[in-house]
């Protein structure tokens, strides 16, 4: 079965910092789903990669897919404290989706 | 509606009772998803509808739970004889026909949390 690792698991940085959270699969992705979540909300979609080498970007967030398509990095440029939540990468496996351990983030003035 | 919408919000219930959570997808999507999300096991698919065929309940973890979509739109994901092990946030997602791969994004609510004491 389809497994899908994220580093990191926590991190913490000083607003205005640059940060990257990378999601590896153990089999190739065929989509790769970003969404976001915050305590009491539901995952909120962010970005969908499908070919490889594929880069999509929305405000200060940059995602990407490799050409070999197992693995997806997640950017976040100047950081802010509305940054702060929990990332999930999920992958497309048949009609449903197979998600990450999840990157909790916290963001300090 | 403008998104998918999920009741309760906050259940707490007894060992062994039964609980009922339902789901409103997005107006228009024919395709519903459950997910449970629980501490230490991350977030899980439990079952998936789409359209008028049959349900892929793969990912149910047992017997004591099912679902069921009436009328292509709203369902509900019913627990019987509720365990402490089934304690967890229940979210629902809906999108629009998926191509192969799940390609169409799936849009989540905000989730029911489920307390079983």
């Known amino acids: 079965s389809q497994e899908l690792e994220q580093s990191p698991q926590s991190l913490i940085v000083q607003e205005g910092k640059n940060l990257t959270i990378n999601c590896t699969s153990s089999?190739?992705?065929?989509?790769l789903y970003w969404y976001k979540q915050k305590y009491g909300e539901g995952l909120i979609f962010l970005m969908m990669l499908q070919k490889g080498g594929e880069e999509k970007s929305h405000e200060k967030i940059t995602a990407k897919l490799d050409e070999k398509k197992q693995q997806s990095s997640l950017h976040i440029t100047a950081s802010q404290p509305s940054h702060a939540g929990i990332y999930l990468c999920g992958a497309a496996n048949t009609d449903k989706l197979i998600f990450g351990t999840g990157t909790r983030l916290q963001v300090f003035p | 509606g403008a998104g998918v919408s999920q009741s309760p919000s906050n259940k707490v219930t007894e060992k062994g009772k039964d609980v009922e959570l339902r789901c409103d997808p997005i107006?228009?999507?024919?395709?519903l998803y459950w997910y449970r999300q629980s501490l230490g096991q991350g977030l899980e698919f439990l079952i998936y509808?789409?359209?008028?065929?049959?349900?892929?309940k793969s990912g149910l973890p047992s017997d004591r739970f099912s679902a069921e979509r009436t009328g292509g739109s709203v369902s509900t994901l019913t627990i019987q004889r509720t365990q402490q092990e089934d304690s967890a946030v229940y979210l629902c997602a809906s999108s629009l026909t998926p191509g192969q791969g799940a390609r169409e994004t799936q849009y989540f609510g905000p989730g029911t949390r489920l307390l079983v004491l």
């Open positions: 509808f789409q359209g008028n065929s049959a349900p892929d």
């Open positions: 089999k190739t992705l065929y989509g």
């Open positions: 107006s228009g999507h024919t395709a």
